[in-house]
């Protein structure tokens, strides 16, 4: 299994809602990513977990919240989003912090 | 932080034409990958390149990291290969923070 899944694929969201995105990957690897990425624009990091752990948070507002139940599993949860927000958030894994980056197909979001 | 510029911004091909991408970086890297992007938005990984010369198919790269700057070559290009092609950076001692250059947009018409 090569893959980093994403869901959902898309998503649309109020600005009082609260939801989740979920990545998973079943490579073994031990770095997980939460990119985002606005239109025609590059990919942005937000968030970096080596051994479950955050080791990098990019000064994102507390709005996005990111969790790894294991290390199979990121989740990032959303609440009181703004529609500034809205983008495509992606999500990448690599073996270890600093290689080679595999990335998933991105949840497209929506803030209304 | 590091800037990462590449060039050029915009290139229309014919299939089966050759082209270079050009990747400048600002400081000292040990982390250097070549992404391209389709245009259904998902992002596949090229090359894991911080120094030296990799080939993979009709693609090639080849980073100096001395010189600061990374190419990417594009041999017989196919309508599959437009999109956008990505050159992300990551400097020595935060090797996972990458930072992405503006992109290479590229076309490939028959």
């Known amino acids: 299994d090569t893959e980093v899944t994403q869901t959902p694929k898309h998503l649309v969201m109020g600005m009082t809602n609260k939801k989740s995105l979920k990545c998973e990957q079943h490579?073994?690897?031990?770095?997980m990513y939460w990119y985002k990425q606005k239109a025609k624009k590059p990919p942005e990091l937000m968030f970096v977990?080596?051994?479950?752990?955050?080791?990098i948070n990019e000064s994102v507002p507390s709005r996005f919240s990111p969790e790894c139940p294991n290390s199979s599993l990121l989740n990032l949860h959303l609440h009181a989003l703004q529609p500034e927000d809205s983008a495509l958030y992606l999500c990448?894994?690599?073996?270890?912090?600093?290689?080679?980056?595999?990335f998933g197909s991105g949840t497209q979001l929506s803030v209304l | 932080g590091i800037q990462v510029e590449q060039s050029p911004p915009d290139l229309i091909l014919q299939e089966g034409a050759n082209s270079t991408l050009r990747c400048n970086f600002s400081?000292?890297?040990?982390?250097l990958q070549w992404f391209h992007q389709n245009p259904w938005g998902q992002l596949i990984n090229l090359f894991y390149?911080?120094?030296g010369t990799k080939q993979n198919g009709r693609l090639s790269a080849t980073t100096v990291a001395t010189e600061r700057y990374s190419l990417l070559y594009i041999s017989s290009s196919q309508t599959t290969d437009s999109g956008v092609y990505f050159c992300?950076?990551?400097?020595?001692?935060?090797?996972?923070?990458?930072?992405f250059g503006t992109g290479t947009r590229l076309q490939v018409t028959l």
């Open positions: 990448a894994s690599s073996l270890l912090s600093g290689e080679k980056l595999f």
């Open positions: 490579m073994g690897h031990r770095a």
């Open positions: 977990y080596s051994y479950e752990k955050l080791s």
């Open positions: 400081d000292s890297v040990n982390n």
């Open positions: 390149i911080p120094s």
């Open positions: 992300a950076v990551g400097r020595s001692g935060t090797a996972s923070k990458l930072t």
